[in-house]
């Protein structure tokens, strides 16, 4: 009986709890869309790399149609020389026997975060970043 003698505050009650409730219901496909949204932009950036990789090397291969690149190549590579040639293998001197540097701990302390800094991660997206 409490409750209709003030119907203003059943009313803004019930409006509160219909907007709660439509704000948690709509909060799911929102971070749905914004991990959608952030996976299309990582896509598009393997692509163009991709792409970029694509165009180096065939570069390469339109290279390694010539003589002067397979020459190069087998120089480099296999250590061939042309009769006559001198071959000269330089190599490095030994590396000397060095202390062991002491290993550090690479302890990674989580910074504290309150409660509602998380709630906040949840409703912007901000925790799907990792």
Do not use: H
């Not at 950036?45 to 991709?50: D, M």
């Not at 291969?61 to 190069?72: G, M, Q, R």
């Amino acid at each position: 009986m409490t409750l209709f003698r003030r119907p203003g505050a059943a009313l803004a009650t019930l409006l509160f709890l219909v907007m709660g409730a439509a704000f948690l219901t709509q909060l799911v496909p929102y971070r749905q869309i914004l991990d959608s949204s952030r996976q299309v932009s990582s896509a598009r950036a393997q692509l163009a790399a991709l792409e970029v990789d694509n165009e180096l090397l065939a570069a390469d291969i339109a290279a390694l149609e010539t003589d002067e690149e397979v020459e190069k190549l087998a120089r480099e590579k296999l250590g061939y020389v042309r009769p006559g040639e001198i071959a000269y293998v330089v190599l490095d001197p030994p590396e000397e026997l060095t202390r062991p540097q002491p290993e550090t701990d690479d302890l990674v302390i989580p910074e504290e975060r309150t409660w509602v800094d998380m709630i906040w991660d949840f409703v912007t997206g901000s925790d799907l970043d990792s």
